[in-house]
């Protein structure tokens, strides 16, 4: 299973950006997606995660201004950043639990590169 992310780049705070992420190769099922992000020097952290029968989860520090959402049969999820801040200068990673009748796993992209800045 390989996931590309997209749609990362510059943005003035306020700004908006939306996340895409496509996963293909040999997919039984996709359980929940989610994306993460990492700031320089600082751990990966949780952003925001929708299950298969899209339930959603957020970080404190996002909620209210970004929205995840999936299209379950396409795999692919997708984050609605608004109002972006400088703090959410990050790579953003996206991740799918997969699952099939032998393992289950995770899946991770290479990230895409979302700065804020004036």
Excluded at 23 to 39: C, D, E, L, P, V
Excluded at 49 to 75: C, E, L, M, P, Q
Aim: charged content about 20%.
């Amino acid at each position: 299973v390989q996931l590309q992310a997209s749609g990362g780049g510059l943005v003035q705070p306020g700004g908006s950006l939306r996340l895409s992420c496509t996963a293909t190769g040999r997919i039984f099922r996709i359980n929940t997606m989610s994306w993460y992000r990492q700031a320089p020097d600082q751990q990966r952290e949780l952003v925001a995660t929708i299950t298969s029968g899209g339930i959603t989860n957020y970080a404190d520090s996002v909620k209210g201004r970004f929205t995840i959402s999936r299209h379950t049969g396409k795999n692919m999820v997708w984050l609605q950043m608004n109002s972006l801040k400088p703090e959410d200068t990050a790579r953003y990673y996206c991740n799918a639990e997969h699952a099939s009748p032998y393992d289950q796993r995770d899946y991770w992209g290479k990230g895409t590169q979302v700065t804020v800045s004036s």
